[in-house]
């Protein structure tokens, strides 16, 4: 039925289809940053959590306390990977200029460098109020 499609969206290359048409495969100008955002339709599929979630909630030889607390880690988890996504991509599409969270800070960086930083500014920002060190500038990171 209709889960085949809904795992189709979930692993076709529409990124790189959409790329490919537009002729900016392998570019790194801001059309195809954009373009990238396609990549988000894969979040369809952790729909299959959903039915993995119930089978373990239930089952007896699991402590419900421990499948509570690693469920609330996950999405925790989760959520401050895609928040650090989200303010990575921000910041580099505003090519890391002054104005913007990472700014300067960005030049000799390696790529994990840039994950651990964007990683560490969304879980203070999660669990606390922040620490100041890193703030959000330009009127679309706010």
């Not at 930083?117 to 500038?137: A, E, K, M, Q, R």
Request: glycine residues 8%.
């Amino acid at each position: 039925g209709y889960m085949f499609w809904v795992d189709f969206v979930g692993v076709f290359p529409f990124e790189t289809v959409a790329l490919m048409f537009t002729g900016k495969l392998g570019d790194t100008s801001q059309e195809a940053l954009l373009i990238s955002l396609i990549r988000l339709l894969r979040f369809v599929r952790l729909h299959r959590l959903k039915h993995l979630s119930r089978i373990l909630q239930y089952d007896a030889r699991i402590s419900l306390l421990w499948y509570t607390l690693m469920r609330n880690f996950g999405v925790t988890m989760a959520l401050t990977h895609v928040e650090a996504c989200f303010m990575y991509f921000l910041a580099r599409f505003e090519n890391f200029g002054e104005k913007t969270w990472l700014g300067p800070l960005v030049d000799g960086m390696t790529g994990f460098e840039r994950y651990v930083t964007s990683l560490y500014w969304s879980i203070v920002t999660f669990c606390t109020v922040g620490y100041g060190d890193f703030s959000p500038v330009s009127s679309i990171e706010k």
